[in-house]
């Protein structure tokens, strides 16, 4: 079983960085599509990053382009979201998630979740 865990969130300031990481374990990390998610209060989960297995492509919605990088360790069994230049919109509670396919469609495995919070 695959598991999950987030860490790296907190509290910054507008114009702040974080780097958010999440720790696989359970399967072959290489084999997988990562990615992070995130949900704010009173909003539905929304896709921020991703991160193929298959040729390490990686995607970003338009809010974080420019901004977020994703990567991956695939000695470390990790992949990380940097987040630059944080704005108060990107409050939220950031999710790991693992897809077996080459893209990052529908989730196979969650983790529970890193608060980010960013003051005005």
């Known amino acids: 079983q695959v598991q999950l865990v987030e860490s790296g969130g907190g509290l910054v300031q507008t114009g702040g960085s974080l780097r958010l990481s999440c720790a696989f374990s359970?399967?072959?990390?290489?084999?997988?599509?990562m990615g992070w998610f995130r949900q704010a209060p009173g909003k539905e989960r929304e896709f921020v990053s991703s991160i193929s297995w298959r040729d390490g492509s990686t995607d970003y919605a338009d809010s974080v382009k420019g901004r977020f990088t994703i990567s991956r360790d695939n000695a470390k069994d990790t992949v990380y979201l940097q987040m630059n230049n944080l704005k108060p919109g990107d409050t939220a509670v950031y999710y790991c998630a693992a897809d077996a396919s080459s893209r990052m469609t529908d989730p196979d495995y969650w983790g529970r979740g890193t608060q980010v919070t960013v003051s005005s």
């Open positions: 359970g399967r072959t990390f290489g084999s997988y599509t």
